[in-house]
């Protein structure tokens, strides 16, 4: 494995730790119903009839409403990931916790954020390997990391009524990101940067049955450190989403257009901070189509998923396509207690010659508290 490949590794974690962000679906309303998820995942990329990296993966999920305008969240997963010429890499992931709190009068909601380093770090160099593909976003797996170092991150979010069709969102967090030892053998930390991100959003009600929805996500990073040097700077990330959702007499169709965008990142160079020659982390587009509906008597719920991904050429990566068709029926158990079952396969090509096809198989028990 190159150096290369390690600096890219670490940039990628960087995007991959959970923060705050404004969601279009009850921002800043605190449901009342507490629930537990638990989650069994299997994702496969096969290529040239060979298995180039499958995992398996448990993720936990806890709510509960702590009190009218209060909840608090928790999260982890346990994953075991390997290929054909991989090796196997097994371990926890961190706790990632989330304390909201809505403010009725100001229309806001604050939330406090807290990454417990529980899971597994310091993997050998022959996990690494393992490691760096399940980061890569284009895979899209349900565990893409393991253990990070304590991180805190307080945010808030605040929603702005304009009438009686148009709700505007504005929200901000900031992430204190710990040090921690990503590698066997390495006698000093690695200390991410810190990160800012805002973002903006709005609501619109298009009709009776329409209401389209978007936001803006701007994010910036502070200088990674190998024991107290300067070593790494992420490039800024931009990310815009706009969806559509429509109701039709037998269900409810959504449409998502998404961008995602990375600056250049920068390395440390006889004892300066320079820009990389080349871009290395692509651009994303992705379009996806969503359709649920109720199918049979009693009526199960069924949500259709059709998704088209392009990631750009960079320096370090090679083009590339996806195309995912899935299908997601949920069925009702005693108690309220709810199954989805989720089915999809994706086909791919990554650069000119690089075919690929993925299978991914989920079921999700959902518990109300």
């Known amino acids: 494995m190159h150096i290369?490949?390690?600096v890219l590794f670490l940039c990628v974690l960087v995007f991959t730790v959970p923060s705050a962000s404004v969601a279009a679906d009850e921002v800043f309303i605190i449901s009342q119903q507490g629930f537990v998820q638990a989650s069994l995942s299997y994702?496969?990329?096969?290529?040239?009839g060979k298995t180039l990296i499958s995992e398996?993966?448990?993720?936990?999920?806890?709510?509960?409403?702590?009190?009218?305008?209060t909840s608090l969240s928790a999260y982890t997963s346990m994953a075991s990931a390997g290929g054909n010429s991989l090796h196997r890499l097994t371990g926890l992931g961190d706790i990632q916790s989330t304390l909201n709190y809505y403010m009725e009068s100001l229309n806001m909601k604050f939330s406090l954020g807290l990454n417990l380093p529980t899971g597994k770090k310091a993997v050998?160099?022959?996990?690494?390997s393992t490691l760096y593909l399940l980061s890569l976003t284009m895979y899209r797996f349900r565990t893409p990391s393991f253990g990070q170092g304590l991180n805190l991150s307080p945010g808030f979010s605040w929603a702005i009524p304009a009438g009686e069709k148009w709700v505007f969102g504005l929200g901000a967090s900031y992430q204190v990101r710990g040090s921690f030892t990503p590698f066997e053998g390495m006698s000093k930390k690695y200390d991410p940067g810190d990160e800012w991100m805002?973002?903006?959003?709005?609501d619109f009600r298009a009709g009776e049955k329409t209401i389209v929805t978007g936001d803006m996500i701007f994010s910036a990073y502070g200088k990674d450190r190998i024991g107290g040097e300067e070593k790494f700077l992420a490039g800024d990330k931009k990310a815009v989403n706009v969806q559509v959702k429509h109701r039709l007499p037998s269900g409810i169709l959504s449409l998502l257009l998404r961008y995602r965008s990375r600056d250049k990142n920068q390395i440390a160079i006889a004892g300066g901070m320079l820009p990389e020659a080349q871009k290395t982390i692509p651009d994303e587009f992705q379009a996806s189509g969503r359709y649920r509906f109720h199918w049979g008597n009693p009526g199960i719920p069924v949500q259709i998923l059709a998704e088209l991904s392009h990631f750009q050429k960079t320096a370090a990566f090679h083009s590339?396509?996806?195309?995912?068709?899935?299908i997601t029926p949920e069925f009702q158990l005693s108690g309220g207690s709810r199954l989805p079952v989720t089915a999809?396969?994706?086909?791919?090509?990554?650069?000119?010659?690089?075919?690929l096809f993925g299978v991914e198989?989920?079921?999700?028990w959902i518990y109300p508290l």
Do not use: C
């Open 344 to 355: 999809r396969l994706s086909f791919g090509q990554y650069g000119e010659s690089m075919d």
């Open 361 to 364: 198989i989920g079921l999700t």
């Open 4 to 6: 290369r490949h390690i």
């Open 198 to 202: 805002v973002t903006g959003g709005f």
């Open 43 to 48: 994702q496969s990329w096969i290529s040239s």
């Open 320 to 326: 590339a396509q996806f195309f995912t068709v899935g």
């Open 56 to 69: 398996f993966s448990t993720p936990l999920f806890f709510y509960y409403p702590l009190g009218k305008n």
């Open 124 to 128: 050998s160099m022959e996990e690494f």
